[in-house]
């Protein structure tokens, strides 16, 4: 079979990856992991591949030893934006399903992008150094040599040295030895026995303490969040799994926890197996953010057991998990905040299609991506259309039936990996040997092809709007000039409905002016708020206002938060408003930033 991604140099069609071990030493003070990385290959043909080729970036490779002999090997020309082929010859091939053992020897350098390092003056408590990998989308081969794609899964172990603490996406074993040669130097060791592709490859070291938050998990953060961080998820966690259980199946990873990162994350969740990397932006003492880990949680079924084969292809898994999430969120709130949650993902999906134009390729389900780096395309259209397609195929079927292909499709699909030609003969499979003549004559006028391939956004479905309507009532109030707020009209509010609220009046066809913009950020207390969600909101308003009165709050929350969902449109609307002051803010905190935030403000600022 040809490999069906594009965003891989690996001839991963010849040769299948079944097992990685990583050897590595977090060398703070050089800012690298050194040591070496097994993969254990299988050969997919009859000795007619005489080379095996492996992604890398940016890689210091020293030695490459093939069933412990010493092959001839080369790192090949780059190829941008996809980094350089490591290339080790093979030349007498190998027989159909025999396995060879490749032992690479390599550092990291200084231009791996799929690490953020970080001095002891960027973490919390600004006593120790701290690292954490992001491997998604293609980041995984500027860390270690390995077929990185989504269509590839292999077994992994890990065997970290630090000199602190360490978490990684596997479930921890004891360790031979507490302390190595180095006078401090512990060893970490992590078996993950269940098949991943290399972007959930993660690991983190540096001043980590960790709490119970539920029968299967905990969470780990710098000692001095962790009180904070253990109240934020405490409620819920227990909760999150036994709905997610009840809708899918038995959750197949042993324990769930989550890494509270320090705030220069890019996201606002990473679904590494057993331990989720989340954004200290959702812990804001008001356990209103904490639906970021339904969604994380989520992925445990959809992209974890069950992924895209290729890029191309993620709404199979973040359309499936925002369904999911949605779903664990109406069956613990109440069947209208799954329309609530909706309705305020149809907003960035209006803004995400705004943003790119409504007939530009990364606005369709389905995206060609020869020649492109899969994180020019990140958005929330995969997300969120891809949820309306599932939203669509649920009401077409029924609710009560489509309930019934969710456990079949992750069953169907478990530790594997499917592009949505694929879903759509499972979902068809399913409904026509199901035996209701209703629903066959049903699925029989799914669009297929319109969904898939048409730009911009899909048909809008009618929303259950009991949660918002309030918020868009006081909302309509601020469009009149002599309105006068009082702290109660948000009273009775969630902190995402006033949310909504704030939406509403960023849609504003006529932006508020300077002075009633201020007196909404005042009355409503929502400037001196700690939860970054609605501040980030209300920013946007200010900014548009050309609200000078908040730039200074506008800088501090550019500086202290790498979240792209918040910083993107911040830094936009900032260069609207103050070009030199945007760029002058961004170059001061560019090294804050990981790489896959810095990429895309470069981008949005015309630096790049």
Same mark, same amino acid.
């Given at each position: 079979?040809?490999?069906?991604?594009?965003?891989?140099?690996?001839?991963?069609?010849?040769?299948?990856?079944?097992?990685?071990?990583?050897?590595?030493?977090?060398?703070?003070?050089?800012?690298?992991?050194?040591?070496?990385?097994?993969?254990?290959?299988?050969?997919?043909?009859?000795?007619?591949?005489?080379?095996?080729?492996?992604?890398?970036?940016?890689?210091?490779?020293?030695?490459?030893?093939?069933?412990?002999?010493?092959?001839?090997?080369?790192?090949?020309? +780059?190829?941008?934006?996809?980094?350089?082929?490591?290339?080790?010859?093979?030349?007498?091939?190998?027989?159909?399903?025999d396995v060879v053992k490749l032992d690479?020897?390599?550092?990291?350098?200084?231009?791996?992008?799929?690490?953020?390092?970080?001095?002891?003056?960027?973490?919390?408590?600004?006593?120790?150094?701290?690292?954490?990998?992001?491997?998604?989308?293609?980041?995984? +081969?500027?860390?270690?040599?390995?077929?990185?794609?989504?269509?590839?899964?292999?077994?992994?172990?890990?065997?970290?040295?630090?000199?602190?603490?360490?978490?990684?996406?596997?479930?921890?074993?004891?360790?031979?030895?507490?302390?190595?040669?180095?006078?401090?130097?512990?060893?970490?060791?992590?078996?993950?026995?269940?098949?991943?592709?290399?972007?959930?490859?993660?690991?983190?070291?540096?001043?980590?303490?960790?709490?119970?938050?539920?029968?299967?998990?905990?969470?780990?953060?710098?000692?001095?969040?962790?009180?904070?961080?253990?109240?934020?998820?405490?409620?819920?966690?227990?909760?999150?799994?036994?709905?997610?259980?009840?809708?899918?199946?038995?959750?197949?990873?042993?324990?769930?926890?989550?890494?509270?990162?320090?705030?220069?994350?890019?996201?606002?969740?990473?679904e590494n197996p057993i331990f989720t990397?989340?954004?200290?932006?959702?812990?804001?003492?008001? +356990?209103?953010?904490?639906?970021?880990?339904?969604?994380?949680?989520?992925?445990?079924?959809?992209?974890?057991?069950?992924?895209?084969?290729?890029?191309?292809?993620?709404?199979?898994?973040?359309?499936?998990?925002?369904?999911?999430?949605?779903?664990?969120?109406?069956?613990?709130?109440?069947?209208?905040?799954?329309?609530?949650?909706?309705?305020?993902?149809?907003?960035?999906?209006?803004?995400?299609?705004?943003?790119?134009?409504?007939?530009?390729?990364?606005?369709?389900?389905?995206?060609?991506?020869?020649?492109?780096?899969?994180?020019?395309?990140?958005?929330?259209?995969?997300?969120?259309?891809?949820?309306?397609?599932?939203?669509?195929?649920?009401?077409?079927?029924?609710?009560?039936?489509?309930?019934?292909?969710?456990?079949?499709?992750?069953?169907?699909?478990?530790?594997?990996?499917?592009?949505?030609?694929?879903?759509?003969?499972?979902?068809?499979?399913?409904?026509?040997?199901?035996?209701?003549?209703?629903?066959?004559?049903?699925?029989?006028?799914?669009?297929?092809?319109? +969904?898939?391939?048409?730009?911009?956004?899909?048909?809008?479905?009618?929303?259950?709007?009991?949660?918002?309507?309030?918020?868009?009532?006081?909302?309509?109030?601020?469009?009149?000039?002599?309105?006068?707020?009082?702290?109660?009209?948000?009273?009775?509010?969630?902190?995402?409905?006033?949310?909504?609220?704030?939406?509403?009046?960023?849609?504003?066809?006529?932006?508020?002016?300077?002075?009633?913009?201020?007196?909404?950020?005042?009355?409503?207390?929502?400037?001196?708020?700690?939860?970054?969600?609605?501040?980030?909101?209300?920013?946007?308003?200010?900014?548009?206002?050309?609200?000078?009165t908040e730039i200074p709050g506008i800088?501090?929350?550019?500086?202290?938060?790498?979240?792209?969902?918040?910083?993107?449109?911040?830094?936009?609307?900032?260069?609207?408003?103050?070009?030199?002051?945007?760029?002058?803010?961004?170059?001061?905190?560019?090294?804050?930033?990981?790489?896959?935030?810095?990429?895309?403000?470069?981008?949005?600022?015309?630096?790049?």
């Open positions: 079979m040809a490999p069906r991604d594009p965003n891989t140099l690996a001839n991963y069609a010849d040769w299948g990856m079944k097992h990685t071990t990583v050897n590595f030493k977090v060398n703070f003070e050089k800012q690298q992991l050194e040591g070496s990385v097994l993969l254990e290959l299988e050969s997919l043909t009859d000795k007619k591949s005489r080379e095996i080729l492996l992604d890398t970036n940016h890689l210091s490779i020293s030695s490459v030893k093939l069933d412990a002999a010493d092959p001839e090997w080369a790192v090949k020309d +780059r190829v941008e934006p996809f980094g350089a082929p490591l290339s080790v010859s093979v030349p007498n091939g190998v027989s159909r399903g690479i020897a390599l550092e990291t350098t200084e231009s791996c992008v799929g690490l953020q390092w970080m001095t002891p003056a960027q973490t919390g408590n600004k006593k120790h150094p701290y690292v954490y990998s992001q491997c998604q989308a293609i980041l995984a +081969r500027s860390i270690f040599p390995c077929q990185d794609t989504p269509d590839v899964k292999s077994t992994f172990t890990f065997n970290i040295t630090s000199p602190l603490p360490v978490v990684a996406s596997g479930v921890p074993v004891p360790s031979d030895s507490s302390k190595g040669d180095d006078g401090g130097d512990k060893l970490f060791r992590f078996e993950q026995k269940v098949p991943i592709p290399s972007y959930l490859f993660a690991l983190a070291s540096g001043d980590i303490a960790t709490a119970r938050i539920g029968k299967r998990s905990v969470v780990a953060t710098g000692p001095e969040a962790l009180e904070g961080a253990k109240w934020e998820f405490e409620n819920d966690m227990d909760k999150f799994l036994e709905v997610a259980e009840k809708l899918v199946f038995d959750y197949q990873w042993g324990e769930y926890n989550v890494l509270v990162l320090p705030p220069s994350f890019a996201y606002g969740g990473m990397f989340a954004t200290p932006t959702i812990i804001s003492g008001d +356990r209103q953010n904490v639906d970021v880990i339904a969604h994380e949680l989520s992925h445990s079924w959809s992209g974890n057991l069950v992924g895209c084969a290729s890029w191309e292809h993620f709404w199979l898994n973040e359309g499936w998990t925002t369904y999911l999430e949605r779903r664990i969120g109406a069956a613990i709130h109440g069947e209208p905040q799954f329309d609530f949650s909706a309705i305020i993902g149809w907003k960035a999906l209006e803004d995400s299609v705004s943003l790119f134009g409504a007939d530009h390729e990364f606005t369709k389900l389905i995206i060609n991506h020869k020649g492109v780096d899969p994180e020019d395309a990140f958005s929330s259209i995969p997300y969120e259309k891809g949820f309306h397609f599932l939203y669509y195929l649920d009401r077409l079927v029924g609710r009560e039936h489509f309930d019934k292909f969710i456990p079949h499709y992750f069953k169907t699909w478990a530790n594997k990996s499917l592009d949505s030609f694929e879903f759509k003969k499972t979902f068809l499979d399913f409904f026509e040997g199901y035996g209701n003549a209703e629903i066959k004559e049903k699925i029989a006028q799914i669009p297929w092809d319109d +969904r898939f391939y048409k730009p911009g956004l899909p048909p809008k479905p009618e929303f259950n709007t009991a949660y918002v309507d309030s918020c868009l009532e006081l909302a309509e109030k601020w469009k009149s000039e002599d309105y006068q707020p009082n702290a109660k009209d948000i009273e009775s509010f969630t902190a995402n409905q006033t949310l909504v609220f704030l939406q509403a009046v960023q849609n504003f066809s006529k932006p508020l002016s300077a002075e009633r913009s201020h007196l909404l950020g005042t009355s409503y207390n929502i400037s001196s708020s700690k939860n970054v969600e609605l501040k980030s909101a209300y920013y946007v308003i200010s900014l548009k206002a050309g609200d000078k800088v501090e929350l550019l500086s202290s938060v790498g979240r792209m969902k918040f910083v993107r449109p911040l830094y936009r609307k900032l260069n609207e408003l103050d070009r030199d002051l945007a760029v002058k803010t961004f170059k001061e905190h560019r090294d804050f930033y990981p790489s896959t935030t810095k990429g895309q403000l470069e981008k949005d600022l015309g630096l790049k």
